[in-house]
Each structure stands twice: as C-alpha cells, then as structure tokens.
C-alpha cells in the first residue's frame, strides 16, 4: 500500500540517536511520522537526490524569476543528467532569483555546512556543502559578486 506524503514539517534525530523521525503530513492519513534507522538516511538521501536527477530549485520551485542560460561548455555528466522530457536542452542552464537564503552549520554531526534557498517558504530547496566546498563557494561568489560590481558604470551627474 502506498502512503502519498504531501508536506515534510520536521525532522529530528532520536534521544538515542539510532533513528530520524519525520513528521510527514499524508493526503488521506493526516499526520504521520516516520522512523527512519540512522545508518540508512544516506541511502535514502542519495536514491531522492537520484530521483530528483538533474533537476534544480528553478526547475521545480516557483520563488521567484527564472531565465535560461546557454553554458559554455557542459560537462558530460550535466548532459547525462537532463532528463528526456525536461524543459529545456541539455546545454541550457535553468536560473531562479530566489526570494531569501539561509546558511548554517549541520548541528546532526555530519559536518555539513547547509545553504536553504526560499528558506522557511513553501518551495524551499537545501544543499549541504563539506565545508572544504562551502568554503570554496563563499570564494567563488564574493569574486563573481566584484566582478559584477566593477562592470556597472557609476552615472555622471
């Protein structure tokens, strides 16, 4: 019998810190909660990111605007993931203007660091960085970011 979860509220780890517990809401069953045992929510994690394939929070989450973008020069393993069907071509890139974003550190002792987009919005969408990575993509914006500014021309006046 499947059980259709319509709404993710929350999710802890137990006392004993051998299970996930998540509270789901399901169409027809209401409030439901799941236990899941702790050495399988990687597992679980990897199969939904599998599942979800290719697809980014512009592709699924409404939070703002989107465009699309040519990239220069995709990587094989970009085409390989755009799923048939999809919007778009395999050497487009899909972007959204999120509305707000949140960092923080993984307080589950993974040693993540967690980067929400449309934080605490219906759509929201998580990615969770090493922090080696974290670090190398605070990097990478902060350059990108002057890029941009050094390109805007200041108005005489």
Known sequence: MAIRIAAVSSATMS????EFIVQTTGKYTGALE???????????????????????PAASNGGGPAFAAEAAAPSA???AQTQPGAAGKAEEVR????????????????????????????RQAGYAFSPDAAKQLAGGLIKSADAVLAQRVIPKG
Do not use: M, W, Y
């Open 95 to 122: 972007f959204e203007i999120p509305k707000n974003c949140t960092i923080s550190a993984d307080t589950s002792g993974r040693g993540l660091v967690l980067f929400i987009l449309n934080h605490r919005l219906d």
């Open 34 to 56: 799941l236990r899941l045992a702790s050495d399988c929510v990687d597992d679980l994690i990897a199969a939904l990111t599998k599942v979800r394939g290719g697809a980014q």
């Open 15 to 18: 006392d004993d810190k051998k």
């Open 77 to 79: 393993e970009a085409a």
